[in-house]
Protein backbone atom coordinates (compact mmCIF):
# COMPACT_ATOMS: atom_id res chain seq x y z
CA UNK A 1 0.00 0.00 0.00
CA UNK A 2 1.53 3.45 -0.91
CA UNK A 3 2.15 5.47 1.57
CA UNK A 4 1.75 8.74 -0.02
CA UNK A 5 -1.16 9.69 -2.31
CA UNK A 6 -1.42 12.29 -4.42
CA UNK A 7 -4.97 13.43 -6.08
CA UNK A 8 -5.96 16.78 -7.78
CA UNK A 9 -5.02 16.52 -11.37
CA UNK A 10 -7.30 16.90 -13.91
CA UNK A 11 -7.51 19.14 -17.37
CA UNK A 12 -7.49 22.54 -17.27
CA UNK A 13 -7.31 25.10 -19.95
CA UNK A 14 -4.38 27.69 -20.33
CA UNK A 15 -4.33 30.57 -17.33
CA UNK A 16 -6.23 28.09 -15.09
CA UNK A 17 -5.48 26.82 -11.70
CA UNK A 18 -5.76 23.67 -10.11
CA UNK A 19 -4.58 22.52 -6.61
CA UNK A 20 -2.77 18.97 -5.75
CA UNK A 21 -2.61 17.11 -2.89
CA UNK A 22 -0.23 15.15 -0.98
CA UNK A 23 -1.75 13.07 1.44
CA UNK A 24 0.70 11.79 3.92
CA UNK A 25 -0.96 10.69 6.68
CA UNK A 26 -0.26 7.08 6.54
CA UNK A 27 3.34 7.74 6.08
CA UNK A 28 4.61 6.56 9.45
CA UNK A 29 8.16 7.75 9.19
CA UNK A 30 9.54 11.08 10.17
CA UNK A 31 11.02 12.86 7.05
CA UNK A 32 12.98 15.72 6.12
CA UNK A 33 11.12 17.15 3.61
CA UNK A 34 8.12 16.34 0.92
CA UNK A 35 9.18 16.84 -2.45
CA UNK A 36 7.18 17.74 -5.85
CA UNK A 37 7.97 16.07 -9.19
CA UNK A 38 6.69 15.92 -12.43
CA UNK A 39 7.41 13.89 -15.43
CA UNK A 40 6.11 14.53 -18.86
CA UNK A 41 6.50 11.94 -21.96
CA UNK A 42 9.46 11.42 -23.17
CA UNK A 43 10.90 13.11 -20.37
CA UNK A 44 13.31 12.64 -17.46
CA UNK A 45 11.55 13.51 -13.91
CA UNK A 46 11.93 16.92 -12.71
CA UNK A 47 11.86 18.82 -9.49
CA UNK A 48 8.76 21.44 -8.34
CA UNK A 49 8.96 22.42 -5.41
CA UNK A 50 9.51 20.95 -1.61
CA UNK A 51 8.94 21.84 1.75
CA UNK A 52 10.67 20.92 5.15
CA UNK A 53 9.01 19.21 7.79
CA UNK A 54 10.73 20.77 10.64
CA UNK A 55 10.66 24.61 9.84
CA UNK A 56 8.01 24.36 6.92
CA UNK A 57 10.60 26.08 4.58
CA UNK A 58 9.70 26.13 0.60
CA UNK A 59 11.50 25.92 -1.81
CA UNK A 60 10.71 26.32 -5.92
CA UNK A 61 12.06 25.66 -9.81
CA UNK A 62 13.02 28.12 -11.42
CA UNK A 63 10.15 27.48 -14.11
CA UNK A 64 7.40 27.83 -11.32
CA UNK A 65 8.69 30.50 -8.71
CA UNK A 66 5.69 33.24 -8.65
CA UNK A 67 3.02 30.38 -10.04
CA UNK A 68 3.12 27.40 -7.81
CA UNK A 69 2.97 27.87 -3.98
CA UNK A 70 3.52 24.50 -1.80
CA UNK A 71 1.87 24.25 1.47
CA UNK A 72 1.04 22.11 4.34
CA UNK A 73 -1.79 21.22 7.10
CA UNK A 74 0.06 19.43 9.78
CA UNK A 75 -3.05 18.06 11.27
CA UNK A 76 -4.04 16.44 8.25
CA UNK A 77 -0.59 15.18 7.46
CA UNK A 78 -1.10 16.87 3.62
CA UNK A 79 1.04 18.75 1.19
CA UNK A 80 -0.57 21.15 -0.95
CA UNK A 81 0.66 22.36 -4.42
CA UNK A 82 -1.07 25.27 -5.61
CA UNK A 83 -0.92 25.40 -9.34
CA UNK A 84 -1.98 29.06 -10.92
CA UNK A 85 -1.23 30.81 -14.33
CA UNK A 86 -0.68 26.79 -15.62
CA UNK A 87 0.55 26.42 -18.90
CA UNK A 88 1.04 23.57 -21.34
CA UNK A 89 4.41 23.12 -20.73
CA UNK A 90 3.19 22.06 -17.21
CA UNK A 91 1.29 19.23 -18.53
CA UNK A 92 2.73 15.76 -16.80
CA UNK A 93 2.30 13.27 -13.96
CA UNK A 94 2.95 15.14 -10.44
CA UNK A 95 4.38 13.04 -7.71
CA UNK A 96 5.15 13.88 -4.41
CA UNK A 97 7.47 12.19 -2.29
CA UNK A 98 9.25 12.07 1.15
CA UNK A 99 12.99 12.39 2.22
CA UNK A 100 13.47 10.40 5.27
CA UNK A 101 17.36 11.22 5.95
CA UNK A 102 16.96 13.32 8.60
CA UNK A 103 20.38 14.92 8.61
CA UNK A 104 20.29 18.78 8.15
CA UNK A 105 21.20 20.31 5.44
CA UNK A 106 20.95 23.85 3.27
CA UNK A 107 18.86 24.71 0.47
CA UNK A 108 16.13 22.69 -1.70
CA UNK A 109 16.24 18.76 -2.14
CA UNK A 110 15.78 18.53 -5.34
CA UNK A 111 17.37 15.39 -6.91
CA UNK A 112 15.15 12.42 -7.26
CA UNK A 113 17.65 9.71 -5.27
CA UNK A 114 17.17 12.11 -2.32
CA UNK A 115 13.64 10.88 -1.96
CA UNK A 116 12.74 7.58 -0.42
CA UNK A 117 9.16 6.74 -0.96
CA UNK A 118 7.16 7.99 -3.83
CA UNK A 119 3.18 8.21 -4.29
CA UNK A 120 1.44 6.92 -7.68
CA UNK A 121 1.25 10.52 -9.18
CA UNK A 122 -2.02 12.24 -10.79
CA UNK A 123 -1.95 13.61 -14.44
CA UNK A 124 -2.35 17.38 -14.78
CA UNK A 125 -2.77 18.58 -18.66
CA UNK A 126 -3.02 22.20 -19.69
CA UNK A 127 -4.91 22.16 -22.80
CA UNK A 128 -7.21 24.38 -24.41
Known amino acids: QLQLAESGGDLVHPGGSLRLSCDAS????????IGWFRQAPGKEREWVSC????????YYADFVKGRFTTSRDVTKKTVYLQMNSLKPEDTAIYFC?????????????????????WGQGTQVTVSS
Open 97 to 117: AADIDLLPRAGATDLPNEYDY
Open 26 to 33: RFTREYYA
Open 51 to 58: INSEDGDT
